[in-house]
T-cell receptor, first 113, second 113 residues
Framework: DTAVSQTPKYLVTQMGNDKSIKCEQNLGHDTMYWYKQDSKKFLKIMFSYNNKELIINETVPNRFSPKSPDKAHLNLHINSLELGDSAVYFC????????????FGPGTRLTVT | KQEVTQIPAALSVPEGENLVLNCSFTDSAIYNLQWFRQDPGKGLTSLLLIQSSQREQTSGRLNASLDKSSGRSTLYIAASQPGDSATYLCAVRPRNSGYALNFGKGTSLLVTP
């Protein structure tokens, strides 16, 4: 069974559209994350979220918003897509706590045309 | 602000060689350090997790060390194989990050038969 899953795997869309990427984890973790990997393969945190706290990387445009219907899901919604949003987006999860390991999903490759 | 640097950026070795990948970080206030492997077009696979109180972790042919005071970690791969070819990412969890990881840009490893 996949521990952290994302859908879709590939997403091609036009500028100005609104899209969502879904993430689900079956590990029972209470903290989830979204990371962005740019064209140079550099991974940066976008959000970390548990049922108590949302921490947003200050560089993330407010067109991006995480939405969590329950503890096992953290979806990423993007409004008014721009060319520069093209990247691979990774979801991850961990138990809350200082020393815990993060588990990553397979990634969603977003291409904005 | 925590910065993570990985050297070298790319490495090519013949099969069977032992090799060392280096990771340095600027702020020693971390909870842990994690080494990942990323295959082309794929997600991240966690290789080793070292807590801030630990000096090293081993898994099979992999050994990772941590010198928190000097801000350095190494990943040692023994008897390299072509299947080890991938990008290796180092990530630290800073104490002020809200549990998110700060990644290096990775070392791209090619092991030739």
């Amino acid at each position: 069974d996949t521990a952290v899953s994302q859908t879709p795997k590939y997403l091609v869309t036009q500028m100005g559209n609104d899209k969502s990427i879904k993430c689900e984890q079956n590990l029972g973790h209470d903290t989830m994350y979204w990371y962005k990997q740019d064209s140079k393969k550099f991974l940066k945190i976008m959000f970390s979220y548990n049922n108590k706290e949302l921490i947003i990387n200050e560089t993330v445009p407010n067109r991006f918003s995480p939405k969590s219907p329950d503890k096992a899901h953290l979806n990423l919604h993007i409004n008014s897509l721009e060319l520069g949003d093209s990247a691979v987006y990774f979801c991850a999860s961990s138990q809350a706590g200082q020393g815990t390991q993060q588990y990553f999903g397979p990634g969603t490759r977003l291409t904005v045309t | 602000k925590q910065e993570v640097t990985q050297i070298p950026a790319a490495l090519s070795v013949p099969e069977g060689e032992n090799l060392v990948l280096n990771c340095s970080f600027t702020d020693s206030a971390i909870y842990n350090l994690q080494w990942f492997r990323q295959d082309p077009g794929k997600g991240l696979t966690s290789l080793l997790l070292i807590q801030s109180s630990q000096r090293e972790q081993t898994s099979g042919r992999l050994n990772a060390s941590l010198d928190k005071s000097s801000g350095r970690s190494t990943l040692y791969i023994a008897a390299s194989q072509p299947g080890d070819s991938a990008t290796y990412l180092c990530a630290v969890r800073p104490r002020n990050s809200g549990y998110a990881l700060n990644f290096g840009k990775g070392t791209s490893l090619l092991v030739t038969p």
